[in-house]
C-alpha cells in the first residue's frame, strides 16, 4: 500500500479533477455536521479536506473520532475552492474532497497545544519531539540544512578545500574553556576530553601538507548558556589554509558569506558593506564599548574628556584625565523625548557597573536637561562643535573609569538602538576585528593571560616578545562580527617552537609544561610547520541572524535547556554502580546535590 501520491504542500489547481492520496497530521478538525473540514499537515505543507454531507457513516464516525495531530491517510479527489481562495497557503486555491480516511493512530491529549502561545521553554524541550512539528522550527531546520550544504558545497566546489573529518574523543588542553572529559575503561583513572574546537588538529592537518581544510565540526565546552551560545555543544565552519596572509583569510571568509548571501536571497538579507570593513579592538571599544558590535546604526560613543580637564563641573573634571574618561553618545531626535526616556537609560548604564549617566537636550538653540546649570556655555558649544549635535539631538554622558564606562555605555548604545528601532533586521552588518592585544592582565588571577588564542602569531614575532611591554604586544587575531553577534575569532597561528615557548612563559607556562600539554604541535613544528591560519564561523548563529530567531534554541533540532540539560532524554543521568567500577570511578557527591 502506498500511504501517498502528493505531500500536503503539493497540490495545486492544476491538480483539479485528480484522484489523490495524502498522509500526515491533523493539524485542526472541525465537524459542522452537515459536513467537515480537516486541516492535514506534513513536512511540506497543509491541505484542506473536505469530508461532504454525502459521505459514507463509516467515514464520517471516523472523523468523530479524530483528534488534533492523530496520523491519517485520506483518499479522495482534488477540486477548486472557487471564491473560498485561502491566498495565505500555498495550496489554498484548492481542496480535497474525502471519500476514504484511514486512521493509523489516535493520539493522547498533547502535553501543550500547537498554537501561537508558547509554554515554558523547559515543557517545549521536554517533549521537543512535539515541538519541533511547529511550522516555525520546521522551517529553521530546512534553513540550516540550506545554509550547511550551500558552504559546504561551496567550499568544495570553488575554493578547493577539503572536508576532514577530526576525533571527537581527545586531549584535555588549556583552551579558555571547562572541558568535557570522558573516563577511559582500559586505561584506569585517565581521561579523554571533548574537543572544545579542532583547533590543534587542523594545525597538524596543515604540518601534514594539506592546503585547505574545513568541516562542520561539532564543539563542545562546559560553558553557561546565553541566547546565542548552547551550554554543551555547538557546531562551528572550521576552516584552516595554508601559506595564508591575514588579507587572504579575509578574502576567502568574505567571498563565502557573499556566495551564502546570494544563495538565500529568498529571505531578502542584504549586507550594508563589500568587503567587510575592520575596526580595530582599540577602536572597537572606544567607539562600541564591545568587542562585537552592531554597526547597523551610528550613535558610536565619542570622547570629550578634554572639554572638562578644566571644568567647575567637578563629577566630570575628576574623571577626564589619568585613567578615566568622559563619554558622550548623541542620540538624534530625542529633544522631545521625557524625563522617563532618560531615567531608563541611566538605570540601563547603572545595571552594567556604572555609576550614572547625564544628559542635555538641545531644543531651539538652547540646552536644557539634568547637568545645564553646571556647565558653561563655553562647554555647551565645544560639545556642540566636537559632537556635531543637531536642533532636537540630546547627549547622553558617562563619566569614570574607562573600561567601565566603555563597556556600560556601550551596553546603553544598544539599548537606546531597540528603543529608537534603529536595528534594521533585513540588513547583515558584517565587521572585522583586528589588532587584539596578545595578552591581558586577569585580575582574579593577579597575572598575565592569553586574552585570545594561544596558538595566535604576535606581531613582531620573536622580537617582540622579547623587548615589548606583554600588554602592548598586539596579536595576528581576528573576530568576525554580524549584527552584534561574534561569528567567529581565528588567528594567523603560531608555527614557530620558539615563539610558542616565549609566549607561554609570558603567561607563566615553562618549557615542560608546554611539551607535555602540547608536545605533539611542539613536535609537528619542529619537523615543518607552515605558515597558516584560519577561523571558524558558528554555524548555529549565522542560521540565527538568517531566522530572525534571537534565541540559538530555537535553530537546534535538540538543544540543552539553560541548566545544561536535556530534559527529553533525561540527561545528564546517573550511571550504575557497575559502569563505575567498570570505569574504576568513585563518586563524591556534594551535599546540596544530595539534598
Known amino acids: 500500500m502506498s500511504y501517498r501520491t502528493h505531500n500536503c504542500g503539493e497540490l495545486r489547481l492544476t491538480d483539479a479533477g485528480s484522484r489523490v492520496k495524502l498522509a500526515g497530521w491533523v493539524k485542526r478538525v472541525r465537524d459542522l455536521g452537515s459536513m467537515a473540514f480537516i486541516a492535514l499537515r506534513d513536512h511540506y505543507g497543509v491541505t ?3 469530508v461532504p454531507s454525502d459521505a459514507s457513516e463509516e467515514l464520517q464516525a471516523k472523523v468523530k473520532q479524530l483528534k488534533p495531530e492523530s496520523i491519517v491517510m485520506i483518499e479522495g479527489t482534488v477540486r477548486s475552492r472557487d471564491k473560498d481562495i485561502n491566498p495565505d497557503m500555498p495550496t489554498g486555491e484548492i481542496e480535497l474532497l474525502a471519500d476514504n480516511l484511514i486512521i493509523d493512530s489516535i493520539v493522547e491529549d498533547l502535553p501543550f497545544p500547537l498554537n501561537d502561545i508558547l509554554p515554558s521553554e523547559d515543557l517545549r524541550l521536554k517533549y521537543r519531539f512535539i515541538d519541533l512539528r511547529r511550522e516555525k522550527l520546521q522551517a ?9 550544504y550551500s558552504l559546504r558545497k561551496y567550499l568544495i566546489e570553488e575554493q578547493g578545500f577539503m572536508e576532514i573529518q577530526t576525533p571527537i574523543l581527545t586531549v584535555s588542553s588549556p583552551e579558555g574553556a571547562r572541558d568535557f572529559v570522558v573516563p577511559c575503561r582500559v586505561h584506569p583513572g585517565r581521561f579523554y576530553a571533548l574537543p572544545q574546537a579542532p583547533q590543534q588538529y587542523k594545525q597538524l592537518l596543515m604540518c601534514s601538507g594539506f592546503d585547505k581544510y574545513f568541516q562542520i565540526a561539532p564543539c563542545f565546552r562546559d560553558e553557561d548558556a546565553r541566547a546565542d551560545r548552547s551550554p554543551g555543544e555547538f557546531y562551528q565552519l572550521d576552516m584552516e589554509m595554508a601559506f595564508p596572509t591575514q588579507d587572504r583569510v579575509f578574502e576567502t571568509i568574505e567571498k563565502t558569506f557573499k556566495h551564502l548571501n546570494e544563495e538565500l ?9 563589500y568587503p567587510f570593513p575592520r575596526i580595530t579592538f582599540k577602536d572597537a571599544m572606544e567607539k562600541y564599548g564591545s568587542d562585537k558590535p552592531d554597526i547597523r546604526f551610528g550613535m558610536e560613543m565619542q570622547e570629550v574628556s578634554d572639554i572638562f580637564v578644566n571644568s567647575e563641573f567637578k563629577a566630570f573634571a575628576s574623571n577626564a584625565t589619568g585613567p578615566n574618561c568622559v563619554k558622550a553618545i548623541v542620540a538624534e531626535n530625542t529633544a522631545d523625548r521625557s524625563r522617563k526616556f532618560f531615567d531608563k537609560a541611566e538605570a540601563e548604564v547603572k545595571k552594567h557597573g556604572a555609576r550614572g549617566l547625564a544628559y542635555l537636550k538641545y531644543k531651539d538653540g538652547e540646552f536644557t536637561g539634568s547637568i545645564r546649570k553646571f556647565l558653561s556655555d563655553a562647554e555647551l558649544d565645544q560639545l556642540v562643535k566636537t559632537l556635531n549635535v543637531k536642533e532636537g539631538d540630546s547627549i547622553l ?3 569614570g573609569e574607562r573600561n567601565l564606562v566603555q563597556k556600560a555605555f556601550g551596553k546603553v548604545r544598544v539599548y537606546l538602538a531597540n528603543v529608537l528601532e534603529l ?13 587584539f592585544p596578545m595578552f591581558e592582565y586577569d585580575e582574579e588571577e593577579e597575572k598575565i593571560d592569553f586574552s585570545h588564542n594561544p596558538f595566535s602569531m604576535p606581531q613582531g614575532g620573536m622580537d617582540a616578545l622579547l623587548n615589548k611591554d ?6 595576528y587575531q581576528y573576530d568576525i562580527v554580524c549584527n552584534g553577534y561574534e561569528l567567529s575569532s581565528g588567528a594567523i597561528r603560531n608555527h614557530r617552537p620558539d615563539i610558542m615557548y616565549k609566549a607561554f612563559e609570558i603567561v607563566g607556562y615553562g618549557k615542560e609544561v608546554v611539551d607535555e600539554q602540547f608536545g605533539h604541535m611542539i613536535s609537528a613544528f619542529k619537523f615543518g610547520a607552515p605558515p597558516h591560519g584560519g577561523l571558524a564561523p558558528g554555524v548555529d548563529r549565522i542560521v540565527m541572524i538568517y531566522a530572525d530567531e534571537p534565541n540559538i534554541r530555537e535553530v537546534t533540532a535538540f538543544p540543552m535547556n539553560q541548566k545544561a540539560q536535556d530534559l527529553m532524554m533525561g540527561a545528564p543521568s546517573e550511571i550504575t554502580q557497575a559502569q563505575l567500577d567498570e570505569l574504576h570511578l568513585q563518586l563524591v557527591v556534594p551535599e546540596k546535590e544530595k539534598a
Open 423 to 435: 536595528l534594521d533586521k533585513d540588513l547583515l552588518a558584517f565587521c572585522w576585528i583586528v589588532d
Open 48 to 50: 484542506q479536506v473536505i
Open 140 to 148: 529553521n531546520l530546512r534553513l540550516r540544512s540550506r545554509v550547511i
Open 470 to 475: 606583554p600588554l602592548d604586544i598586539l596579536a
Open 265 to 273: 536571497s529568498d529571505l531578502g538579507k542584504r549586507m550594508m558593506e
Open 397 to 399: 554622558l558617562c563619566a
